[in-house]
Every structure is written in C-alpha cells, then in structure tokens.
C-alpha cells in the first residue's frame, strides 16, 4: 500500500521486510509477490535505495530455485 500511496520509504521498509520473512519458505508465489514489489518500485528505479532493494530481492529470492 505504500507504494501505491507513493511513498517510498515505508515502501522499501515493508519491500525489506517481505524478502526477509518470504525468503524462508519455496514459493513461486512469494517470489511473484517480491516481483509485483520491484516492479512496483520502477519510477524510482535511479533513485540508490531503490536499487539496492532490487538487488537484495533478486539475491534473496528471485534467483533462487
């Protein structure tokens, strides 16, 4: 929800959050939902923060299995 309200910070702290607790478990949903969030976060994508977000979530989740 946050992004959707366009902010950016709450956004990554839930983003964060979310790959912490769903990197835990083998699940082609979890990793779609961490997808939805990266893609969710492309307006921002210049923005460093934001990039080192995607990176950990490809990292922790996207590339696994």
């Known amino acids: 929800m946050a992004l959707q309200n366009r902010d950016l910070d709450r956004g990554?702290?839930?983003?964060?959050?979310?790959?912490?607790?769903?990197?835990?478990?083998?699940?082609?949903?979890?990793?779609?939902?961490?997808?939805?969030v990266t893609v969710a976060l492309a307006p921002w994508e210049e923005e460093k923060p934001v990039a080192d977000f995607v990176g950990h979530a490809r990292r922790e989740l996207l590339t696994v299995g």
């Open 12 to 36: 990554l702290e839930a983003g964060y959050r979310a790959v912490e607790v769903l990197a835990r478990v083998e699940s082609t949903r979890a990793r779609g939902y961490i997808r939805n």
